[in-house]
């Protein structure tokens, strides 16, 4: 399982994709890249945590397997938040602001009861988080890095086959 962690991991924090996914923003004043950037990859990192739930929900292995993900990436988290605490000269806590952001995510899904799929949620919800809650760029940007991090988590966990108890 220690394998099948990093991973995971790996690919929540990876950013190859989200340039690629950032490159389709269209240039202009209303957007802050900066921004959006940064809200790319903690969308990225829940989406990718929330897939590992969602896709091993009737397996024994969630629990250990969710558990370890995020305890990896609260490891992270932190030599990240020592590293922008130093160059900004303010004190970050970025696994606070995951979940901070994952809070939000639940609240929003949770408001529609629902009645919508997750993707068409979070996408609007993106936008929002970036200031930019009526930009349809925005939009199918949050929609992209969620469908994408979801489906490459339950790509992966087909492929190796999770059982209870098992992998392959």
Not at 125 to 146: P, Q, S, T, W, Y
């Amino acid at each position: 399982m220690d394998d099948v962690k990093e991973r995971l991991v790996n690919f929540a924090i990876a950013r190859d994709d989200l340039k690629e996914f950032l490159g389709l923003l269209p240039d202009g004043k209303e957007l802050n890249p900066v921004a959006i950037e940064y809200e790319a990859q903690i969308l990225k990192i829940i989406s990718v945590g929330w897939g590992i739930s969602f896709f091993l929900s009737g397996s024994s292995r969630k629990n250990e397997l969710t558990e370890s993900f995020w305890n990896a990436i609260n490891e992270f988290s932190v030599n990240l938040s020592l590293t922008a605490s130093s160059v900004t000269g303010k004190e970050i806590d970025y696994f606070s602001i995951l979940k901070e952001r994952l809070d939000q995510y639940v609240a929003a899904l949770s408001a529609s009861k629902g009645a919508a799929e997750p993707v068409s949620l979070i996408g609007p919800e993106f936008a929002k988080i970036c200031g930019n809650k009526d930009n349809v760029h925005v939009i199918m940007l949050g929609n992209r890095i969620f469908s994408s991090a979801v489906g490459g988590v339950k790509e992966y966990i087909l492929s190796i086959k999770i059982q209870n108890g098992k992998n392959g």
